[in-house]
């Protein structure tokens, strides 16, 4: 199908959870020594102008990041200084996609692999990431490609998994494909974002991962409207041996950001435990 472009959503509420969790996973792995992998299943564009047709057909970032103060969420500088690094005249007119969010922080030991099947993001992606011989990008189903990287050859790896969902059989294909990973690499850190528009499909794609041998499982959601009331009403992160210093920092902000992120005061934050270690 295919159709899916994350340039009308960039932005959204949906991408500041998910690269806020996505920007502490990184910064954490990379305080040891050891080198880190990279890989993203889904790395779309890898950045989006918030002035493009796109963008400006829904404006969704204008309810998402474009509400945050920065002042108000110092927890969350390094994620504010990689959206700077793509808008260095000040402002808002661009927002980085997660490839860029690596990029900022990954060091030169470090590498990424950054698949994507959409024919023209792919090729736009390249060309953003061209140059940096630390990543390699590639026209290929994530799913598939995940697999086939783990366990990566530096035995640590931080993997975001956040297909579109177009296909209802997405939300299946991702709990096959995190159970596949991590039979074969069980230390690396996983990362599922989802958006909330049926909640019976959520409930249902925790209730496999708890069903499954996998271990060791968090989630945090972030939602701006009660379920049930039209398009994407909460979107979340479920993470794979987080590091334990991942819900100190994250619950107190996910508070905030529920408190600015949500419409009419109806926004919440969930932090829950989908699995023990």
Excluded at 48 to 64: I, P
Excluded at 111 to 117: D, N, R, W
Excluded at 163 to 170: I, L
Aim: glycine content about 8%.
């Amino acid at each position: 199908m295919l159709s899916y472009r994350h340039s009308f959503h960039a932005g959204n509420f949906g991408d500041v959870i998910k690269h806020v969790v996505l920007t502490e996973l990184l910064r954490y792995a990379t305080l040891k020594g050891k080198a880190i992998t990279y890989i993203d299943t889904h790395a779309g564009a890898g950045c989006f102008d918030l002035r493009s047709e796109h963008a400006s057909k829904l404006n969704e970032w204008e309810q998402g990041v474009g509400r945050l103060k920065r002042g108000e969420f110092p927890e969350l500088e390094t994620y504010f200084s990689v959206i700077d690094e793509v808008n260095p005249d000040g402002g808002l007119d661009f927002y980085p996609g997660s490839p860029i969010f690596a990029q900022a922080l990954l060091r030169g030991r470090d590498s990424g692999k950054l698949f994507e099947l959409h024919s023209r993001d792919c090729e736009t992606l390249t060309e953003t990431m061209a140059g940096d011989l630390r990543f390699e990008v590639r026209r290929f189903d994530g799913f598939k490609g995940l697999i086939k990287q783990v366990p990566p050859p530096s035995s640590r790896a931080v993997v975001l998994i956040d297909p579109p969902y177009e296909v209802k059989e997405d939300y299946d294909t991702v709990v096959q494909t995190l159970a596949d990973a991590y039979r074969k690499f069980p230390t690396g850190t996983y990362a599922l974002w989802y958006p909330v528009v049926e909640r019976s499909r959520i409930d249902q794609m925790v209730a496999e991962i708890r069903k499954s041998e996998i271990r060791d499982v968090r989630r945090w959601e972030l939602g701006v409207k009660p379920d049930g009331t039209g398009g994407m009403t909460a979107a979340g992160m479920i993470v794979l041996n987080p590091p334990w210093t991942l819900q100190d920092k994250l619950d107190p902000v996910m508070t905030r950001l529920a408190a600015v992120l949500g419409n009419d005061h109806a926004g919440f934050a969930a932090c829950d435990v989908i699995a023990e270690e």
